[in-house]
């Protein structure tokens, strides 16, 4: 169902940006200024395989290298070295509300977003009632989402992203959207998708939700995999490793 192969991800952490004349001058007589340009590797040789239905977990502190990872998956971004195979429909819910118009009202945003996920129009038109239903901004569909509350937007985007039963389901911290009860929707809507055989690429900060939902998980730390396997196990790892515990057992043990 996906397949990553040695992937690594490369960025240019642009200090100084020579786009204008002035820093071009400049560069001419400053050698420090021209040599000075940093880079950034998110990923590092990272491999692992999904298979069909399964769930998996990433988790890591932050700049772990896993909403860059999930973005890798999704297409967004293209690695820097390596290679991702994706055999199905992806639902990326990465960055929820990356392509909505703040200057449009809902309603016209559910058809651009609609659109900038692939969704036909005729499609948009028969799942907008649901659309809106999930949401529970109905009293707001002619309000540019300029004045909505970033609760508002995410649940919005997360009703979009969600109406169609995707191959694959890639989710980065959905599940702490908008108020309580709609945190509680969108957890049944997960389990709806994965009761369904959907396959799931999964981070979140809550080892609790990991082990719950996932059948492996994949640790990162600083764009590399620490350890790979059955949630339960890796996740108590991550946390002792967390609270300074970790390699202070490994240490005694070599003793």
């Known amino acids: 169902m996906i397949s990553v192969k040695n992937v690594s991800m490369k960025f240019d952490l642009g200090i100084e940006k020579e ?9 001419l007589f400053d050698k420090k200024r021209r040599r000075k340009k940093e880079y950034f590797w998110a990923l590092k040789n990272v491999s692992f395989d999904v298979k069909k239905g399964e769930v998996i977990g990433l988790i890591g502190s932050n700049g ?20 991702v195979v994706v055999d199905g429909l992806i639902a990326p819910m990465i960055e929820l509300g990356a392509g909505f ?30 659309i809106v239903e999930f949401s529970e901004l109905r009293d707001f569909l002619d309000v540019p989402i300029k004045n909505f509350s970033s ?8 009703s979009i992203s969600t109406i169609v039963n995707p191959d694959i389901l890639i989710v980065d911290e959905i599940l702490s959207v908008g108020d309580i009860k709609f945190q509680e929707k969108s957890l049944n809507k997960m389990m709806e998708l994965i009761k369904g055989g959907t396959t799931v690429l999964y981070v979140s900060h809550s080892l609790d939700s990991i082990k719950n939902l996932c059948d492996r998980v994949i640790w990162l730390d600083h764009g590399e995999v620490v350890e790979m396997g059955q949630s339960k196990k890796v996740c108590d790892d991550y946390y002792r490793k967390q609270m300074g515990v970790f390699y202070e057992e490994k240490k005694s043990k070599k003793k």
Do not use: C, H, Q, W
């Open 19 to 27: 786009n204008s004349f002035k820093n071009k001058f400049i560069a």
């Open 64 to 83: 772990a290298g896993k909403s860059t990872m999930l973005k890798v998956v999704s297409g967004v971004m293209k690695p820097t070295k390596g290679s």
């Open 101 to 130: 118009d703040n200057e449009l009202t809902a309603r016209e945003n559910i058809y651009l977003n609609g659109a900038v996920l692939g969704y036909p129009e005729k499609f948009l038109n028969e799942k907008f009632e649901e």
């Open 151 to 158: 609760g508002m937007i995410a649940k919005l985007a997360f």
